[in-house]
């Protein structure tokens, strides 16, 4: 009996799991703010194991979702005391955060890949 298919189909599933997982924990974040960072460790921590599988395009989208929401919670946060800017900037990012989650959700459902940066 070959043992590499099922290992392979494990690994495979452990990655579909674990794409998952990081959605989950980043649409939580919505409510729960500390859990999108406990999403992008394991995207960095678990981005080898993935790679050459669909779901190495779902961890960079996964893990750009995180960098540049941080970035505009940061500049929204900023501008709070400029007349509305900060609370139109906080919400464009709110939205866009929860586009990619979305997104992403969709395209994994789907067993598709994610479009590359700046597609």
Excluded at 21 to 40: D, E, K, S
Excluded at 50 to 67: A, D, L
């Amino acid at each position: 009996m070959d043992t590499a298919p099922a290992s392979t189909d494990n690994a495979t599933a452990s990655a579909r799991n674990l794409t998952l997982a990081v959605y989950i924990l980043q649409a939580v974040g919505l409510i729960v703010a500390f859990t999108p960072l406990v999403g992008v460790i394991i995207n960095h921590v678990k981005l080898a194991d993935v790679r050459g599988t669909v779901y190495e395009s779902h961890f960079r989208w996964q893990i750009r979702t995180f960098w540049w929401g941080l970035f505009w919670i940061i500049a929204g946060s900023l501008l709070l005391p400029v007349m509305g800017v900060g609370f139109a900037v906080l919400t464009g990012a709110t939205i866009w955060f929860l586009y990619r989650v979305v997104r992403g959700f969709l395209n994994w459902n789907d067993h598709r890949a994610m479009p590359a940066a700046g597609a």
